[in-house]
């Protein structure tokens, strides 16, 4: 009688333990998400290191998290490089408003994952400005050059990646590209058959590796 006891324990053990396991899965929702993010803050500043170990130069960012899936905020751009860092063109200074999108990794914090975003750069710029002449009484060419500073405004868009831990540290890389509303072409006439050289770009990069902190 005892061994069929223990043959009868030994069978609904190895019955027991052979019934599939089945996952849980656990889905945060929205309201956890931003039970999360109340923990963590809402506001954020960055830092973009490439700028600060390339050149003398700073760039610190603000960020308001909307809520699971967009955000938005400025960037600010201090440029105390004194070398152009293309021939004769140098962005001194600059204020960027974005708004992004979030979408993919939406996860735990809100404002995580793949992003794109809209920006609108409002530039300083400064650039060497050659104007070439033709000297109708000797013929010979001559040229003057100058140094312009002026405003612009570079509308464009950009792609990144964030990520975020648990105690409210950031990490992101973005690219972007704008175009300039005011540039003109690199050459223009002039009187008596002159014309305009500069080498001032259309286009407007944004973008950098960034470090920030949630509060």
Known sequence: MRYYLALLCLLFFNQTFSQDVQQVEVIKNDKQVEELLDELGDSEMKLDVIDLLTQPALNIGYEKIND??????????????????????SE??????????YFLNKTDFGGEGYFAEVFIKFSNIEYNKNTYFNNSSSGEPYMTSE????????????IGRKWVNKKGWTFEYMLGLGRYIFAGSENDDVPNGGSVSHYR?????KGGISIGKRF
């Open 147 to 158: 140094e312009i500073k002026a405003w612009d405004i570079a509308p464009g868009v950009g």
């Open 68 to 89: 699971s899936y967009s955000s938005y905020g400025a960037d600010i751009f201090f440029n105390f490089n004194e070398n152009n860092a293309s021939r004769s063109w």
């Open 92 to 101: 001194k200074f600059s204020l960027n408003p974005f708004y992004r999108f």
């Open 201 to 205: 770009p259309e286009a407007s990069f």
